[in-house]
C-alpha cells in the first residue's frame, strides 16, 4: 500500500516555460543528482577500507557463531548458556556468513564496511525522495559524518556498527516512502534485534509512523503484531534459553543505571575532541533560514530518536570505546539533512561545514591516539593495530604484547598435550576437569585461542554469568566489573588445587556460597540440560535472575546469601 504523501514529482517532462527539455541534458542532469547524492556511500567505503581491522569485541561474536556452527547452540562456551552477542541479528548474520566455510572474521570485517556503505546510500535515497525535485542536492549531514575518525573506524571492527547504519537508514527510507505499508512496521520493529537500545529508535519510529498514517484501530493491531512478531519471539527464547531478560554484556555493564558525570566525560571525549558542536549549530542555521520542512513528523522522527541515543548513552556512563556508541545518534540526527537543496542558505552552511570537515578529517584527533586515555576510553582501534603489530588486524596475534603472548602459547601448549588445566590470568593450575579453562580480561583473544571445548571465560563477565552477577567496582567504563580468583576457582576448580597466593577460607566460602540459592538456580538456569521444564522455569524466572547481584566478598556473600 503506497503513501497518501507526495514526496514531489520526478523532475522529468518539461521546463519551467512549458517547452520540452532536452533528453540528453535532461539524463545529464538526473546523472548528476544521482552521482552526487551517492557518492558518500563510496567516500565511506574508501574510508573504512582504508581503516578495515577487527576489534577483540568483534572476535566475541565470532566464537559464538563457531559454536553455533559446531552444533554446541548460542553460546560461548559449550555447556554454559551466556548470550554474549549484543547484537542478535548480527550474530545470525555472521552464522549464514561461516555456514559456506567463509573465514568469520574476514566475513565480519567486510560484512560490516558493506552495510556502512548501504546505509549511507539509503540515506541518500530517502533525502532524494524527501527533497523532491529535479535539481541537485549537496551533502551536508552526510559530510559531517564522513570527516568523523571513528565512522571510518567502526565502518569496520566486526561489530554491529554497520547493521545498526544499515537499519537506521532502511527504516527512515520506509518511513519516508512507505509509511502505510506493514512491511514498514516490520522493518521498524528490528531494532531491539539489531542492538537492544535501538528499542528507543523503533519507538519513536513506529508513533511516527502511526501519526502520519493514522490506521484504524484494527491496523494498529496488525502493525503492532508486525513491528513485535520477531522481537517478542526471540526474547520469549532468551528467556527461556539464557534466563535473561537481556544479552549478557547488558547485565554486566547495568544498562539500566545512571552515571550521567561520567557519560558526560564520554560526550565531551566525542563532541569536544572534533568541535562538532560548529557543524551541528551551523546546520541548525541552516534549518532556520530555509523555513519549515514538509511531512514535519517524519523528518522529527529521526532527530528525537537521535536525541534520546545520546541521553541514554549519557545517562548509563557511555562506553570505553571512543565515539562508537554516539554514532547511530549521530547518523538520526542528521538525516534530515543528509543532503539538502542547492539554495543561497544551504551552500553557505555547506561551505561552512566542509571546512571544518577538511580540518577534522585532516588535524583533529584524541590526544591518547593510539592507546587507552587517562578517564579509560580507548582510541579501540589504535591499541588493537599497536598490540598486532599490523596495520590491518584481523586474527589478533598480539606481536606487541608478549604477556598476551605467553598466554597464548601457554594455551596452546596445553591444547597439544591435552592436559586437562585452568589457567587464571596470573598463573597456571593443574586441575582435573576435561579440556581447558582459560580466565582472562581479553575475551575475545582468549576465545581464538582456547579451544570450542574448553572455556573461555572473562572475569568482567560479558560471556560468564557468575562474573555478570558480581557487584561494579567502578573500575573502567565497561568493565566495572572483576570476579575474584577465589569465585572463579570455587566454580571452576578442584579441591587441592589453589594457586598461590589464594586464601584457602575464601575459596571454601565461596564454594558453600554457591550451593545456596540464587546461586544455585544461576547455574542451573545456564548450565542443567535444556529440556521443557528448565525453559519454563527460565522463563518464569527470568526478571529475578536477571536482576541478582551478590558481594565479591566469598566470605559476604555466604553470610549474607547463605545466612
Known amino acids: 500500500m503506497t503513501s497518501t504523501y507526495s514526496f514531489g514529482s520526478s523532475g522529468v517532462g518539461t521546463a519551467e516555460a512549458g ?16 552521482g552526487l547524492a551517492f557518492l558518500p556511500a563510496l567516500v565511506v567505503a574508501f574510508a573504512g577500507f582504508q581503516r578495515r581491522w577487527m576489534s577483540d569485541d568483534g572476535h566475541i561474536y565470532v566464537r559464538t557463531v563457531r559454536q553455533v556452527l559446531a552444533g554446541n547452540g548460542p553460546v560461548f562456551n559449550a555447556g554454559e548458556r551466556a548470550e554474549s552477542s549484543t547484537g ?8 549464514a556468513a561461516g555456514a559456506p566455510g567463509f573465514d568469520i572474521p574476514t566475513a565480519a570485517m567486510y560484512g560490516g564496511l558493506f552495510l556502512t556503505a548501504a546505509g549511507f546510500a539509503l540515506a541518500a535515497a530517502a533525502a ?15 559530510l559531517v559524518l564522513l570527516a568523523l575518525p571513528p565512522v571510518w573506524d567502526f565502518a569496520t571492527s566486526g561489530l554491529e556498527t554497520g547493521l545498526a547504519t544499515c537499519w537506521i537508514a532502511g527504516a527512515w527510507l ?5 509509511p502505510r505499508a506493514l512491511a514498514t512496521c516490520a522493518m521498524l520493529g528490528l531494532g531491539p534485534l539489531v542492538r537492544p537500545d535501538l528499542a528507543l529508535v523503533s519507538l519513536v519510529f513506529l508513533a511516527a509512523q502511526w501519526a502520519v498514517a493514522r490506521p484504524p484501530w484494527r491496523g494498529v493491531l496488525a502493525g503492532a503484531g508486525a513491528a513485535g512478531a520477531l522481537p517478542v519471539a526471540y526474547e520469549i527464547f532468551r528467556m527461556g534459553y539464557y534466563g535473561h531478560l537481556m544479552p549478557l554484556p547488558g547485565v554486566t555493564k547495568e544498562a539500566s543505571r545512571s552515571l550521567w558525570w561520567r557519560g558526560a566525560d564520554y560526550l ?44 541514554y548513552v549519557i545517562k548509563v556512563g557511555g562506553d570505553f570505546m571512543h565515539g562508537r556508541m554516539f554514532l547511530p545518534g549521530l547518523l538520526l540526527m542528521l538525516l534530515p539533512v543528509f543532503l539538502v537543496p542547492v539554495t543561497r542558505a544551504w551552500t553557505i552552511v555547506g561551505a561552512g561545514v566542509a571546512v571544518w570537515a577538511v580540518t577534522c578529517a585532516a588535524v583533529l584527533r584524541v590526544p591518547y591516539e593510539g592507546r587507552i586515555g587517562p578517564g579509560g576510553i580507548a582510541d579501540e582501534r589504535g591499541v588493537y593495530v599497536h598490540q598486532n603489530d599490523a596495520r590491518h588486524p584481523v586474527h589478533h596475534t598480539f606481536a606487541g604484547q608478549p604477556g598476551n603472548m605467553a598466554y597464548a602459547g601457554l594455551v596452546r601448549e596445553r591444547t597439544r598435550d591435552g592436559a586437562p588445566t585452568l589457567l587464571l590470568a596470573r598463573s597456571p ?22 579451544p570450542l571445548s574448553g572455556a573461555a571465560l572473562d572475569p568482567i563477565g560479558l560471556a560468564y554469568p557468575l562474573a555478570a552477577h558480581s557487584q561494579p567496582i567502578n573500575g573502567r567504563v565497561g568493565h566495572d566489573k572483576r570476579l575474584p580468583d ?9 579441591r587441592g588445587a589453589l594457586p598461590e597466593g589464594l586464601d584457602p577460607k575464601r575459596v571454601a566460602a565461596a564454594r558453600r556460597a554457591l550451593r545456596c540459592e540464587p546461586f544455585a538456580e544461576l547455574r542451573a538456569a545456564t548450565r542443567a540440560p535444556m529440556t521443557a521444564g528448565r525453559f519454563w522455569r527460565n522463563l518464569t524466572g527470568a526478571a529475578g535472575l536477571t536482576a541478582f547481584r551478590f558481594p565479591n566478598d566469598p566470605v559476604r556473600a555466604e553470610r549474607e546469601l547463605c545466612g
Do not use: H, K
Not at 532524494?128 to 552526510?142: H, V
Open 268 to 311: 565531551d571525549d566525542f563532541a569536544g575532541t572534533y568541535l562538532l558542536w560548529l557543524p551541528l549549530l551551523m546546520i541548525v542555521a541552516g534549518l532556520l533560514a530555509s523555513g519549515r520542512m514538509r511531512e514535519r513528523v517524519v523528518v522529527a522522527a529521526p532527530v528525537v530518536a537521535g536525541a534520546l541515543c545520546w541521553l
Open 19 to 34: 517547452l520540452p527539455v532536452d533528453a540528453r541534458a535532461e539524463r545529464w542532469r538526473a546523472a548528476a543528482r544521482l
Open 174 to 178: 520506509m518511513l519516508v516512502t512507505r
Open 128 to 142: 532524494l525522495r524527501l527533497r523532491g525535485g529535479d535539481g541537485l542536492l549537496l551533502p551536508c549531514g552526510a
Open 429 to 450: 593450575v593443574a586441575a582435573a576437569r576435561p579440556g581447558i579453562t582459560g580466565v582472562y580480561n581479553t575475551l575475545g583473544f582468549s576465545g581464538s585461542v582456547i
Open 88 to 95: 542478535t541479528l548480527w550474530q545470525w548474520l555472521l552464522v
Open 486 to 494: 577465589e569465585w572463579i576457582v570455587a566454580d571452576r576448580g578442584v
